[in-house]
């Protein structure tokens, strides 16, 4: 029989359930320990995930249980929680559109904790008050490692893209994947071109290092190599938001990090943070990514 907690959050109240039952088994992290989580890191992750339409990744028996990526609101959803009804073409339901969920709000990052939600991904753009959609005002890009490639050479990699960017005008700031890569993000304009731009700078990237880079999406192409995945700049698709947790072995978060972090990394335990390190880390440091917050520059 589950067990059900009444809680008021911002004003909202919510049933939080099961709060014992472990979602990762390898810690013994529990659902109330990821929803604590959540609620302590909810200053500086909401101002990221805000206005932005968010797909939920949920692990309702924990991540070595089946799980399945969630767009559309689920019926039981409060009245409270905002939605925003957007198209979504090529869908595997069927669907020509889906109310997705907008985290605006700590009680709604708390119910959606609740729902094992531990993979929180949103895109490089956001909806306003009306639903309208914006252009991007961010520019992503996954370095992803081809084994036994790890993500100290996607350091090694983001240090070039870095420099390629900034002779462009642009400043990035990284981010570890929560796995096993490396996430740069660009504030820019808001523009439709940050797809073409970015894989553009891909290829600019594979062109100066073909033994280390590889931009074009063939995986036989990618061991040994970091894959500049540019694709994530499309507006179909999404990326984990900073702050997020990942469904690894234990509660690994998708953690800012510094640039002489980067620099520095000499095996990949340097850049692998838990959700009470980060918590840690953001007592220290702050919000690394708050850049990301402000406009950035036109894109050339």
């Not at 969920?101 to 904790?113: H, K, N, S, Y």
């Not at 960017?165 to 400043?171: C, M, Y």
Request: with cysteine.
């Amino acid at each position: 029989m589950s067990r059900k907690v009444r809680v008021e959050v911002d004003g909202r109240e919510l049933a939080l359930s099961n709060l014992d039952k472990v979602l990762y088994p390898r810690h013994g992290f529990a659902k109330g320990e990821v929803v604590d989580y959540y609620t302590r890191v909810a200053p500086v992750m909401l101002p990221h995930v805000r206005d932005r339409p968010a797909t939920r990744k949920r692990y309702p028996d924990g991540v070595e249980g089946q799980s399945f990526f969630e767009k559309n609101a689920p019926s039981h959803t409060p009245g409270w929680v905002r939605t925003v009804n957007l198209p979504t073409p090529g869908s595997a339901k069927g669907r020509e559109s889906a109310d997705f969920v907008v985290i605006d709000d700590l009680a709604t990052l708390v119910w959606l904790a609740n729902l094992a939600a531990l993979e929180l991904h949103v895109p490089q753009w956001r909806v306003g008050p009306r639903g309208k959609v914006h252009e991007p005002d961010l520019m992503v890009f996954d370095l992803d490692p081809g084994a036994p490639a790890t993500i100290v050479d996607a350091c090694r990699v983001a240090c070039a893209l870095r420099d390629l960017l900034a002779e462009d005008g642009l400043t990035a700031h990284p981010k570890t994947s929560g796995k096993k890569g490396l996430h740069l993000y660009v504030p820019v304009r808001r523009t439709s071109r940050t797809e073409e731009y970015a894989k553009r700078a891909a290829r600019r990237l594979e062109d100066a290092d073909p033994r280390r880079v590889i931009s074009r999406m063939e995986r036989r192409l990618r061991r040994g190599r970091i894959f500049v995945d540019w694709s994530q700049n499309n507006p179909a698709k999404t990326t984990v938001a900073p702050y997020s947790l990942r469904a690894s072995r234990g509660p690994a978060v998708s953690a800012p990090v510094t640039w002489d972090e980067v620099e520095s990394c000499a095996k990949p335990e340097d850049l692998a943070f838990d959700a009470e390190a980060v918590l840690e880390r953001i007592d220290r440091h702050g919000d690394l990514l708050a850049p990301l917050l402000e406009e950035g520059p036109p894109l050339p």
